[in-house]
């Protein structure tokens, strides 16, 4: 019976614009917690998705980074984020995800959009699903993706994902 023990990292980034949470595998970010979140999700999250993995509260050179990379993009000093990670996803949500990534700062689509992006235009509810179940946001920006009519939701509230695209210059609606 193997008993190796792999072990997960965490850390709290305390910022201007409330609480972040990031753990960190070996190969990289696995997950980030937003402000506004309870950190009850962010551990359920972890927990769920790595089981066999011990959380151990340290930093690691991919948290500081990840510690940095958020800092500049609060302050509007970055635009893209450099930080290696490793995520479980399934084949759609991969898919999806990596459809965001592709959306440039300071821009938007719209679920449907990224529904033909990844081959399935049919699909939007899906594609905010797979927004839903990101696990890295702000690395994967799925604030980006919006509604057809909206606004549409994020895990870190509707007024964080308003103030997220604001940083960036998108103009809103009142939706």
Not at 91 to 102: D, H, I, N, R
Not at 114 to 123: D, K, M, Y
Not at 130 to 143: D, F, K, Q, S, W
Request: net charge neutral; hydrophobic share 45%; with cysteine.
């Amino acid at each position: 019976m193997d008993s190796t023990v792999f072990s997960l990292y965490f850390a709290e980034y305390p910022t201007s614009w409330g609480v972040f949470r990031a753990a960190a595998s070996a190969g990289g970010v696995t997950a980030v917690g937003l402000p506004g979140e309870d950190g009850r999700r962010f551990f359920s999250y972890i927990q769920k998705k790595y089981p066999a993995f011990l959380l151990v509260e340290r930093t690691t050179a991919e948290l500081e980074q990840a510690r940095a990379e958020i800092g500049e993009y609060l302050a509007g000093e970055r635009r893209e984020f450099a930080v290696p990670f490793h995520i479980r996803a399934t084949p759609f949500q991969f898919k999806v995800l990596e459809a965001v990534s592709a959306i440039p700062y300071g821009s938007t689509a719209t679920y449907g959009e990224i529904a033909e992006r990844v081959g399935s235009p049919s699909a939007a509810r899906a594609v905010g699903a797979a927004c839903g179940a990101n696990p890295i946001p702000l690395i994967v920006p799925c604030h980006r993706v919006v509604a057809a009519a909206g606004l549409g939701g994020y895990g870190g509230g509707p007024a964080l994902k308003r103030k997220l695209l604001e940083l960036e210059g998108v103009l809103l609606n009142n939706t």
